[in-house]
């Protein structure tokens, strides 16, 4: 009787149907072949014919499934020198309480190299994530405030720069502030450089109203001109 430590196999319902498409010598010959090498780990020598054929055919499946045990087996006894998989190795002079520590250890180590690889996976995903975040830009960007603002005056890159360091809540304010304040100031030359209104946090003036419901000019803006002209007013006399 040929002696195997393996337990079973999937048969996959792919054997089956190439087996039923044999004649009764192919149909024995494949069998053997492929319980030989499922159990054995042997690879068959002698096929020819159909039987070869049918066993070709198959041959991804069969591998896949030999080469999963192999390396399920060769993993639990990584500490027993000379360990086959399909015949043992020096496990089997080891004692039964011996095996079950060496099997133990085993496992620990599969499941320590399972979590390691689980790990990896996860920076893997979080370095992707960062570096897709790093190539999508979030509203609203730069080119946004710089549209909308319009009034391209200055050094735009200087001005950009001064915009990515901003908060996200504070670009959000600006973009709600700027319809408004364009609109107490329609005449472009009249409202501030960009880059003026960005170091003064402009968005945070009051837009003042009128009483004929007219946008007019900032609370700030207001109150600079009060002071020149006390200032002009002074300086005349």
Do not use: C, H
């Amino acid at each position: 009787m040929k002696k195997t430590k393996r337990k079973g196999f999937n048969f996959f319902r792919s054997y089956y149907d190439v087996y039923n498409e044999l004649e009764d010598k192919d149909k024995l010959l494949f069998m053997e072949a492929l319980l030989d090498r499922q159990f054995l780990g042997e690879k068959p020598k002698d096929l020819k014919g159909m039987s070869k054929f049918a066993y070709i055919s198959q041959l991804n499946s069969i591998d896949s499934q030999v080469k999963g045990y192999e390396d399920k087996i060769k993993s639990i006894n990584k500490n027993v020198p000379n360990f086959d998989p399909w015949q043992g190795g020096e496990k089997n002079d080891l004692t039964p309480r011996q095996q079950v520590q060496e099997k133990e250890k085993g496992e620990v180590q599969e499941k320590g190299e399972v979590q390691e690889k689980e790990e990896e996976k996860e920076e893997v995903q979080i370095v992707t994530i960062e570096a897709i975040a790093s190539e999508v830009e979030i509203y609203p960007t730069f080119i946004d405030f710089w549209d909308l603002y319009d009034k391209k005056v200055g050094k735009k890159e200087k001005v950009a720069k001064k915009w990515n360091k901003l908060k996200q809540v504070e670009k959000e304010l600006i973009i709600d502030y700027l319809p408004k304040y364009k609109r107490s100031q329609p005449n472009k030359k009249f409202r501030k450089n960009p880059e003026v209104f960005l170091n003064n946090e402009s968005w945070n003036d009051e837009i003042i109203i009128d009483n004929n419901g007219k946008d007019t000019r900032t609370v700030q803006e207001i109150a600079a001109e009060s002071f020149n002209s006390r200032a002009a007013q002074e300086f005349r006399f």
